[in-house]
């Protein structure tokens, strides 16, 4: 299969999917559950990407999809962990004997991909390397059919899927929630980050801008302004409406968190 290349177009693409991905009616629900297991075994994560220098979401998300979370299953591909693999890729873990532990199995999984040569965790960089893991059959050979182990339950993805490997179905549809359906929620909800887009610093607004008496109109203060009404609400006890306005009410809010106002307000 031709290789993908992660050109200037591609990582556009994945950008503007990500910032615009939508949940579908009905599916809610079973995202929220899926990312609060991802969640509750963030350590089990963090224990496999951290030595090969991999975000823990990212271990996580693999998981998900290659063996539904669970935790007796090769990272590989699905199979026991009392052998080693017997599907692509068969035989692994080479070494060792089996039975494996989950930890062996998937830091062979995540090394034999390559991971720990790959330092670009940027959204665009995290999504180019989930869709080369599961292949990139739907782009080269779909292109109408945005891949579903990305995008399945969200606007981008209907239907069309492999039922196995090299059996195309365009009527199939994944009952599989995409990685980066699961990985959109957990930022939303802030527990992830990604090098472009950190999680916001706890103690200190992501940026400031100046007290308002009225809405502005320039489009970089709107921006601005709603950014941190949404760093605001990330606070207990703090419900800012994110409309772009840093008027009395954003000003207030900011106080409560930070100890004082808006630049610009005539309350100091």
């Known amino acids: 299969m031709a290789k993908l290349n992660l050109t200037a177009a591609l990582r556009a693409e994945y950008k503007r999917m990500f910032d615009t991905v939508t949940i579908n009616a009905g599916k809610q ?3 929220e559950g899926l990312v609060a297991s991802l969640v509750a075994n963030k350590d089990r994560y963090k224990a496999v990407g951290d030595p090969l220098g991999m975000p823990w979401h990212v271990v996580a998300v693999i998981h998900n999809m ?34 494996f532990t989950w930890e062996e199995s998937a830091a062979d999984a995540l090394t034999l991909h390559g991971f720990p040569d790959w330092h670009d965790w940027t959204v665009a960089g995290t ?16 292109p109408s059919v945005k891949t579903p182990y990305l995008w399945s339950f969200s606007n981008w993805y209907t ?4 039922i196995q490997d090299g059996t195309w179905s365009a009527t199939a549809k994944s009952d599989q929630c995409g ?36 809405k502005p109109s320039d489009p970089a203060v709107l921006a601005a302004a709603e950014t941190l009404q949404a760093w ?10 994110v409309d772009g306005w840093p008027g009395k009410g ?13 630049p610009g307000d005539p309350r100091g």
């Not at 239907?159 to 492999?162: F, V």
């Open 29 to 31: 629900a079973a995202v």
């Open 66 to 99: 290659e063996s539904s979370q669970n935790f007796t299953r090769h990272l590989h591909n699905g199979d026991p962990l009392t052998k080693r693999t017997t599907h692509v890729p068969a035989g692994r873990p080479a070494t060792g004997t089996p039975p």
């Open 127 to 142: 999504l180019y390397q989930l869709e080369c893991y599961n292949g990139t059959g739907y782009r080269l050979y779909h």
């Open 159 to 162: 239907q069309g899927k492999y």
């Open 179 to 214: 990685a980066a359906v699961l990985l959109r929620r957990m930022a939303e909800k802030q527990w992830i980050g990604f090098t472009d887009e950190p999680l916001p610093d706890p103690d200190r607004p992501p940026l400031m801008v100046n007290y308002a008496a009225s």
């Open 232 to 241: 605001l609400n990330t606070h207990a006890g703090i419900f800012v409406k």
């Open 250 to 262: 954003t000003s207030d809010a900011l106080k409560a968190v930070t100890g004082h106002h808006l």
